[in-house]
């Protein structure tokens, strides 16, 4: 009985489900769903009808009683769903109907707009018109919708609207001008406002445009402007008549003006300072152009040589942009045949004659447009012109401005005589300076080159003369840099002795036939190494321009003096060619004189101190040596070493290969001994085979090292003459040092020469160190 009860209960709710539905039913636009629904509810509700009958009939068991429980709780649960939907569908009734009422709201507003209103899409087609629209272009709303402005206005008027909307579709923003629209009864002024109509995801779905019409207030402007204009033109005639009569008056004032000015100038060219003739007349141009309202005031003078016009003086007003071609060197002016010798002037193209073509052709292609030439004229001839003009149009001067202008041209021609007998005593003058310059170099060009020959003359050897002929050579010929170069012999390369300058020449040495001053015996001068014939010997890059003087004394080429400018330096070779060119040539005769001379005293010192077969030293160069060594050890404390050796049976190869075979021994031996000793050393030649050899600070060890290591490198020597091989020799050397073997030459010599003796006596081909001797 409980589980019919149940049964009944929730057949009853699902009937209350349809009821609920019902009712929605009636109400609903989509009622076809809500039917669905309640059908469903009625036959769920006859369901649980014929279970409740079927649980009254019988008894049932529990489990039964949990479906009838489950069945009234579903039933339950849906009628609450039910209830919830019901709620929520009447409040979107609601707002449906309220967002209806408020379209209908707006689109009343707009129908009843008195300004014609249309919206686009972002296509540009009309999606919504009102009837204000549709008036003004004669046309019902079916007609417009779904067209563009194409369809109904002039393709110009089209494109316009077109541009405007585009720009407020990008930019997003409102936009306002005023165009004036072809409609149905013709051109109206319409004050158009487009407005971007934003989407739902923050986009622009089109363009809202709004119109107004303003073509009344368009008239009335124009109107108000035509009546401006008017009375402009009024006040302007007005104007003009009194600006006439105020130009006459300060036309006079400028006359006077001007013709005081010309009395000032011409008053101060009297009573100035000759020197500032330049400056006078470039500022009496500047006061004239000023006056007289110019652009430009040039002074053009004939030049004598060429008979052509240059500006002499110049002046132009600020502002005034540069001709488009220069006035100078013009030899024959159109204005000439013209003029004449009276004032000519153009205000402008129009006032030239029909046959003035090449007057109006020299304006057009020099940028003017009006110009006056006074010409001036001095023991009736035109010297030159007075030019004045301007980069635009102006009235004619009358005769009075003329006369004037003729009398600043006479001041002027005045001026021009006094600057040119200016100028002539400014060249006279500078011509004396010059030549006085020209004297002081020379004076001092010859004080140089006496200081050098001075310093020649005293200098003991050819190294001591080098620094000397570096220096001033480059006082002499400030060029930048140079060198030296010293012939040894015709088939030697030619050294360099000397550089000087920064850089100085990057050539060590050159052969006698790569320069073309050797090879011809005289200067060879290059002005510029790009065409001119340049010397194998130069070294790239080539410098731009240099000399080449060979040192030639007594009909011998000793020598080259080479000059070339610095590099980057602006003075160079060109600028006094020719004082440089007597220069050199006298320094080259110099130095060539004084190293000939201190060649051929070096020749004589070296045969008085030299022995000619073996090139040793002497006896009596090794005896003042040894002697001067001596005083120097004794004031320093330090030891010196005599060295004194023969060759062994040398008088044996004499006698079997003859003299000459001896003589190729001794050169071989002093060939050696200048090879293997030290530079302060002093080897000599003693006398026959005997040889002596001074060491300073060598002691008596160091000394019997060094013989014993000569005489192996002279015993392992190979002797050939004519193809006969006469080794091995050997020497036998004697040692004697100071202090240990006494304090005097003859005491070392003496000492050195009998230990020499000693080796010979045992044997030959040994080193003895002397003993002591008795005095």
Same mark, same amino acid.
């Given at each position: 009985?409980?589980?019919?009860?149940?049964?009944?209960?929730?057949?009853?709710?699902?009937?209350?489900?349809?009821?609920?539905?019902?009712?929605?039913?009636?109400?609903?636009?989509?009622?076809?769903?809500?039917?669905?629904?309640?059908?469903?509810?009625?036959?769920?509700?006859?369901?649980?009808?014929?279970?409740?009958?079927?649980?009254?009939?019988?008894?049932?068991?529990?489990?039964?009683?949990?479906?009838?429980?489950?069945?009234?709780?579903?039933?339950?649960?849906?009628?609450?769903?039910?209830?919830?939907?019901?709620?929520?569908?009447?409040?979107?009734?609601?707002?449906?109907?309220?967002?209806?009422?408020?379209?209908?709201?707006?689109?009343?507003?707009?129908?009843?707009?008195?300004?014609?209103?249309?919206?686009?899409?972002?296509?540009?087609?009309?999606?919504?018109?009102?009837?204000?629209?549709?008036?003004?272009?004669?046309?019902?709303?079916?007609?417009?919708?779904?067209?563009?402005?194409?369809?109904?206005?002039?393709?110009?008027?089209?494109?316009?609207?077109?541009?405007?909307?585009?720009?407020?579709?990008?930019?997003?923003?409102?936009?306002?001008?005023?165009?004036?629209?072809?409609?149905?009864?013709?051109?109206?002024?319409?004050?158009?406002?487009?407005?971007?109509?934003?989407?739902?995801?923050?986009?622009?779905?089109?363009?809202?445009?709004?119109?107004?019409?303003?073509?009344?207030?368009?008239?009335?402007?124009?109107?108000?402007?035509?009546?401006?204009?008017?009375?402009?033109?009024?006040?302007?005639?007005?104007?003009?008549?009194?600006?006439?009569?105020?130009?006459?008056?300060?036309?006079?004032?400028?006359?006077?003006?001007?013709?005081?000015?010309?009395?000032?100038?011409?008053?101060?060219?009297?009573?100035?300072?000759?020197?500032?003739?330049?400056?006078?007349?470039?500022?009496?141009?500047?006061?004239?152009?000023?006056?007289?309202?110019?652009?430009?005031?040039?002074?053009?003078?004939?030049?004598?040589?060429?008979?052509?016009?240059?500006?002499?003086?110049?002046?132009?007003?600020?502002?005034?942009?540069?001709?488009?071609?220069?006035?100078?060197?013009?030899?024959?002016?159109?204005?000439?045949?013209?003029?004449?010798?009276?004032?000519?002037?153009?205000?402008?193209?129009?006032?030239?004659?029909?046959?003035?073509?090449?007057?109006?052709?020299?304006?057009?292609?020099?940028?003017?447009?009006?110009?006056?030439?006074?010409?001036?004229?001095?023991?009736?001839?035109?010297?030159?012109?007075?030019?004045?003009?301007?980069?635009?149009?102006?009235?004619?001067?009358?005769?009075?401005?003329?006369?004037?202008?003729?009398?600043?041209?006479?001041?002027?021609?005045?001026?021009?005589?006094?600057?040119?007998?200016?100028?002539?005593?400014?060249?006279?003058?500078?011509?004396?300076?010059?030549?006085?310059?020209?004297?002081?170099?020379?004076?001092?060009?010859?004080?140089?080159?006496?200081?050098?020959?001075?310093?020649?003359?005293?200098?003991?050897?050819?190294?001591?003369?080098?620094?000397?002929?570096?220096?001033?050579?480059?006082?002499?010929?400030?060029?930048?840099?140079? $060198? +030296?170069? *010293?012939?040894?012999?015709?088939?030697?390369?030619?050294? =360099?002795?000397? @550089?000087?300058? #920064? !850089?100085?020449?990057?050539?060590?040495?050159?052969?006698?036939?790569?320069?073309?001053?050797?090879?011809?015996?005289?200067?060879?001068?290059?002005?510029?190494?790009?065409?001119?014939?340049?010397?194998?010997?130069?070294?790239?890059?080539?410098?731009?321009?240099?000399?080449?003087?060979?040192?030639?004394?007594?009909?011998?080429?000793?020598?080259?003096?080479?000059?070339?400018?610095?590099?980057?330096?602006?003075?160079?070779?060109?600028?006094?060619?020719?004082?440089?060119?007597?220069?050199?040539?006298?320094?080259?005769?110099?130095? $060539? +004189?004084? *190293?000939?001379?201190?060649?051929?005293?070096?020749?004589? =010192?070296?045969? @008085?101190?030299? #022995? !000619?077969?073996?090139?040793?030293?002497?006896?009596?160069?090794?005896?003042?040596?040894?002697?001067?060594?001596?005083?120097?050890?004794?004031?320093?404390?330090?030891?010196?070493?005599?060295?004194?050796?023969?060759?062994?049976?040398?008088?044996?190869?004499?006698?079997?290969?003859?003299?000459?075979?001896?003589?190729?021994?001794?050169?071989?031996?002093?060939?050696?001994?200048?090879?293997?000793?030290?530079?302060?050393?002093?080897?000599?030649?003693?006398?026959?085979?005997?040889?002596?050899?001074?060491?300073?600070?060598?002691?008596?060890?160091?000394?019997?090292?060094?013989?014993?290591?000569?005489?192996?490198?002279?015993?392992?020597?190979?002797?050939?003459?004519?193809?006969?091989?006469?080794?091995?020799?050997?020497?036998?050397?004697?040692?004697?040092?100071?202090?240990?073997?006494?304090?005097?030459?003859?005491?070392?010599?003496?000492?050195?020469?009998?230990?020499?003796?000693?080796?010979?006596?045992?044997?030959?081909?040994?080193?003895?160190?002397?003993?002591?001797?008795?005095?």
């Amino acid at each position: 009985m409980w589980i019919a009860i149940l049964y009944v209960l929730a057949s009853l709710v699902a009937l209350y489900g349809v009821y609920i539905l019902y009712g929605q039913f009636k109400t609903a636009q989509k009622a076809r769903v809500w039917l669905l629904f309640g059908a469903a509810f009625l036959f769920y509700a006859l369901l649980m009808g014929i279970l409740a009958y079927r649980a009254w009939k019988r008894e049932t068991p529990w489990d039964d009683l949990a479906g009838g429980l489950t069945s009234l709780t579903f039933s339950v649960l849906i009628i609450v769903v039910v209830m919830r939907i019901k709620d929520w569908m009447h409040t979107l009734a609601q707002s449906e109907e309220q967002s209806r009422k408020e379209q209908e709201l707006y689109r009343s507003i707009i129908e009843n707009l008195p300004t014609p209103v249309v919206f686009k899409d972002r296509e540009m087609v009309y999606r919504a018109v009102n009837p204000c629209f549709g008036t003004f272009l004669g046309k019902t709303e079916l007609e417009m919708l779904g067209k563009k402005d194409s369809d109904f206005f002039p393709r110009p008027q089209a494109n316009a609207f077109l541009r405007s909307d585009e720009q407020v579709l990008q930019l997003k923003m409102e936009q306002v001008d005023e165009q004036e629209v072809m409609g149905l009864s013709g051109k109206k002024w319409l004050e158009l406002i487009r407005r971007p109509v934003p989407d739902n995801n923050g986009g622009v779905s089109g363009v809202l445009v709004f119109g107004r019409d303003i073509t009344d207030r368009k008239r009335l402007e124009g109107q108000l402007n035509e009546q401006k204009y008017l009375i402009q033109n009024l006040a302007s005639e007005k104007q003009q008549i009194v600006d006439t009569n105020r130009q006459a008056l300060d036309f006079q004032k400028d006359l006077l003006n001007f013709a005081r000015l010309l009395v000032s100038i011409a008053g101060h060219f009297i009573v100035s300072n000759p020197e500032h003739a330049n400056e006078d007349t470039q500022r009496s141009l500047h006061l004239i152009g000023s006056q007289i309202g110019v652009d430009r005031c040039e002074i053009l003078v004939f030049d004598n040589n060429t008979g052509c016009l240059d500006v002499t003086y110049e002046w132009i007003a600020k502002g005034v942009p540069d001709r488009k071609t220069k006035i100078t060197s013009y030899l024959n002016p159109p204005w000439v045949n013209l003029a004449q010798m009276q004032v000519f002037q153009v205000p402008n193209l129009t006032h030239l004659p029909p046959d003035a073509h090449d007057v109006a052709e020299f304006m057009q292609t020099r940028g003017i447009e009006s110009f006056t030439v006074v010409p001036l004229i001095t023991n009736r001839l035109v010297i030159g012109y007075l030019w004045l003009d301007s980069i635009h149009s102006r009235p004619l001067w009358n005769r009075e401005m003329l006369d004037l202008l003729r009398t600043a041209g006479q001041v002027l021609v005045n001026a021009l005589e006094r600057r040119k007998t200016i100028a002539e005593l400014i060249d006279a003058q500078e011509d004396a300076q010059r030549r006085l310059a020209s004297l002081e170099q020379h004076d001092l060009e010859n004080a140089l080159l006496n200081e050098l020959g001075d310093l020649l003359q005293v200098c003991r050897t050819v190294d001591e003369a080098y620094p000397v002929i570096a220096r001033y050579t480059q006082q002499l010929v400030p060029v930048g840099s140079g $060198a +030296l170069y *010293l012939v040894r012999d015709l088939d030697d390369p030619v050294e =360099r002795a000397a @550089a000087w300058g #920064d !850089p100085a020449p990057a050539e060590l040495e050159l052969v006698f036939n790569e320069c073309w001053a050797l090879r011809r015996g005289r200067l060879h001068m290059v002005q510029d190494s790009r065409k001119d014939l340049n010397c194998a010997h130069l070294k790239l890059p080539l410098p731009p321009k240099y000399l080449c003087i060979p040192l030639i004394a007594q009909g011998e080429t000793i020598g080259l003096l080479h000059l070339r400018p610095a590099k980057g330096e602006t003075a160079s070779l060109n600028a006094h060619l020719d004082d440089y060119q007597r220069v050199s040539q006298v320094i080259a005769e110099h130095i $060539a +004189l004084a *190293l000939s001379n201190l060649s051929l005293r070096d020749k004589l =010192r070296s045969q @008085a101190i030299r #022995d !000619p077969l073996t090139g040793l030293y002497n006896r009596r160069y090794m005896e003042e040596t040894l002697e001067r060594e001596i005083r120097r050890a004794i004031r320093h404390a330090s030891p010196v070493s005599v060295i004194m050796f023969d060759i062994d049976h040398l008088k044996q190869i004499n006698d079997k290969f003859g003299h000459d075979a001896g003589d190729v021994v001794l050169k071989i031996l002093g060939d050696l001994l200048i090879k293997l000793f030290r530079g302060e050393d002093v080897p000599c030649r003693y006398g026959g085979d005997e040889f002596t050899i001074v060491l300073p600070e060598a002691s008596v060890s160091e000394a019997f090292r060094r013989a014993e290591q000569f005489r192996e490198t002279f015993k392992k020597t190979d002797f050939v003459y004519e193809g006969r091989t006469f080794s091995p020799l050997t020497l036998s050397l004697g040692i004697a040092a100071y202090p240990d073997h006494g304090a005097s030459v003859e005491r070392l010599l003496q000492t050195a020469d009998a230990a020499s003796y000693t080796a010979k006596l045992q044997g030959r081909d040994r080193v003895m160190i002397g003993g002591f001797i008795e005095e």
